[in-house]
């Protein structure tokens, strides 16, 4: 491409002759071939390397096996830190793609302008100012605008441990972060929201997305939030749910039943659904007054069977009591494709209690009750 330092007087500094990202460790090791585009000269073993750019560099000095031959005078230290780069990359493009996944949608990434460079170095960029200008080359296709292409700058990678942060971002003052700091908290107090809601898998990605709309962004409204945009996110959680679904006939699936108590002491049963691909709640059921009652409990399990599917069913799960127990075998007998299994977790817990008993180990049964009436004492002089 004409205009890029391509003559004998534009020196170590044009573009032509210089890879597009200065910042990478790895250009100290490799030089440009002059008048080669996507070709770099090892300084170790003075190999040259034809495509891949600076990726395929990393490689050839970390001793990669596959694309490019392992040079064999690179040091110890220089093979160790070219290793950590390209396992650096890896992740951060596992995270990015599973960023776009939770997002919903596809986002340009300064990672694909890395990419765009390894195929053509010295012809994307030019560089003014300290500004990057986009420089297709002939033939480029460019992608049409939207939500595949349209936003080239999402802020996501920028966020990540390392990443270099936008121009806006690093120029900004203390007192601005500090600004924006107080906003988010500001919000979370007045709106009594648990502090672990900056735990949550959506807390980033939710001002990822509002950065790259940018300062003209206005947030959803009380309607809104309690209109199309839950609507929208009932039907995103519904198709979710039915692609699990459709795995059952691929890979089966677990049914799993859960008793337990509420605080108005009703006998409720959970019923779950596991898979592969994930686990879903089903429904629950008041069983208050038959979860002793195997005739009942087995007209509620075989219904659950049916909305299941006895096909995709390879075992049902129950709490080892008599009467889960005697309901899931008649279930085992009627349907004859799948297995019951009593709760591992149960079966634990019960072992537990029976190796406490005062008759069976003597000894742990009085230590543990003496741990109780220490631990009653300890709670009775706080409350004094």
């Not at 020196?11 to 990478?24: E, K």
């Not at 004859?336 to 537990?352: E, K, S, V």
Request: hydrophobic share 35%; net charge neutral.
């Amino acid at each position: 491409m004409s205009g890029l330092g391509s003559g004998p007087s534009a020196g170590a500094s044009s573009i032509g002759s210089t890879p597009a990202r200065l910042d990478d460790l790895a250009w100290a090791y490799g030089t440009l071939v002059p008048g080669q585009k996507n070709k770099v000269t090892c300084i170790f073993c003075g190999k040259v390397i034809s495509g891949g750019g600076i990726t395929r560099l990393k490689e050839h000095l970390a001793a990669v096996p596959g694309e490019v031959a392992s040079c064999k005078k690179v040091t110890e230290d220089v093979k160790y830190r070219m290793k950590q780069l390209l396992d650096a990359k890896r992740k951060e493009r596992a995270r990015m793609s599973l960023s776009r996944a939770e997002v919903g949608g596809f986002y340009g990434t300064p990672d694909e302008e890395e990419e765009q460079d390894e195929e053509d170095i010295g012809t994307q960029f030019s560089q003014r100012r300290g500004k990057e200008v986009l420089v297709e080359p002939s033939g480029t296709k460019r992608k049409k605008k939207g939500i595949t292409g349209g936003i080239r700058n999402f802020f996501a990678a920028r966020t990540t441990p390392g990443a270099q942060p936008s121009i806006k971002s690093a120029l900004a003052t203390k007192e601005t972060m500090d600004r924006a700091d107080m906003a988010v908290g500001m919000l979370c107090y007045d709106a009594n929201l648990p502090f672990n809601v900056a735990n949550s898998p959506f807390w980033q990605p939710m001002f990822d997305a509002v950065n790259a709309v940018g300062s003209g962004y206005k947030a959803p409204t009380y309607h809104a939030l309690r209109g199309p945009i839950l609507k929208n996110t009932v039907d995103e959680v519904n198709n979710y749910l039915e692609e699990i679904k459709m795995s059952w006939r691929y890979t089966g699936c677990s049914i799993m039943a859960d008793g337990w108590t509420d605080t108005k002491q009703r006998s409720l049963i959970n019923f779950l659904v596991y898979c592969p691909k994930g686990v879903i709640f089903l429904k629950s059921v008041d069983a208050s007054g038959i979860v002793k009652n195997a005739d009942e409990l087995y007209n509620i399990f075989e219904k659950i069977v049916g909305e299941v599917n006895p096909e995709y069913v390879v075992q049902f799960v129950t709490d080892s009591e008599p009467s889960y127990k005697a309901t899931g075998k008649r279930l085992e007998a009627a349907f004859g494709t799948f297995f019951w299994t009593p709760c591992a977790a149960h079966c634990l817990d019960l072992i537990l209690e029976h190796l406490c008993k005062l008759t069976v180990f003597p000894h742990i049964a009085t230590t543990i009750e003496r741990v109780g009436r220490l631990q009653s004492s300890s709670t009775t002089m706080e409350a004094s």
